[in-house]
C-alpha cells in the first residue's frame, strides 16, 4: 500500500492512475489501477457518484474479532489436552513413599 499526496492538480488531471513495481531478480509488476477524479477545491470532500467508496473500519474490526476468536479457541483447545493428559496421569501411576531405612 502507498500513500500520494499531489498537489495543483486541474480537472484535466483526472484519469486512470496506474503504479509500477521493480524488485531486482525479480522483475515488474503493475498494480490494477486507481481512478482519480479532479474537482474544484470548494466541492465536498466526496467522490463523485457512481464511484464506490471504503470503509476499512469493518473489515479491521471482524479480522481482529476473528484473530481474538481464534486464540481463544487455540487456548481452551490447549487447556483441554493438558487437562486430559493430567487425568491419565492421575489414573496410571501410584506413588508411594519409601522411608530411607528401608534400604538399608
Same mark, same amino acid.
Given at each position: 500500500m502507498a500513500f500520494v499526496k499531489i498537489d495543483?492538480?486541474?480537472?484535466? !488531471?483526472? !484519469?486512470?492512475y496506474y503504479c509500477e513495481v521493480e524488485v531486482p531478480m525479480y522483475g515488474r509488476g503493475n498494480g490494477t489501477g486507481t481512478q482519480l477524479f479532479v474537482t474544484n477545491k470548494?466541492?465536498? !470532500?466526496c467522490p463523485p457518484p457512481g464511484v464506490?467508496?471504503?470503509n476499512r473500519t469493518f473489515p479491521?474490526? *471482524?479480522?481482529?474479532?476473528? *484473530?481474538?476468536?481464534?486464540?481463544?479457541l487455540l487456548l481452551l483447545s490447549r487447556l483441554y489436552c493438558q487437562h486430559?493428559?493430567?487425568?491419565? *496421569?492421575?489414573?496410571?501411576?501410584?506413588v508411594t513413599l519409601a522411608r530411607r531405612n528401608d534400604y538399608v
Amino acid at each position: 500500500m502507498a500513500f500520494v499526496k499531489i498537489d495543483n492538480l486541474a480537472k484535466m !488531471d483526472s !484519469d486512470f492512475y496506474y503504479c509500477e513495481v521493480e524488485v531486482p531478480m525479480y522483475g515488474r509488476g503493475n498494480g490494477t489501477g486507481t481512478q482519480l477524479f479532479v474537482t474544484n477545491k470548494k466541492a465536498a !470532500d466526496c467522490p463523485p457518484p457512481g464511484v464506490p467508496t471504503s470503509n476499512r473500519t469493518f473489515p479491521l474490526m *471482524l479480522g481482529l474479532l476473528g *484473530l481474538f476468536v481464534l486464540a481463544i479457541l487455540l487456548l481452551l483447545s490447549r487447556l483441554y489436552c493438558q487437562h486430559k493428559a493430567i487425568s491419565r *496421569l492421575k489414573g496410571s501411576h501410584t506413588v508411594t513413599l519409601a522411608r530411607r531405612n528401608d534400604y538399608v
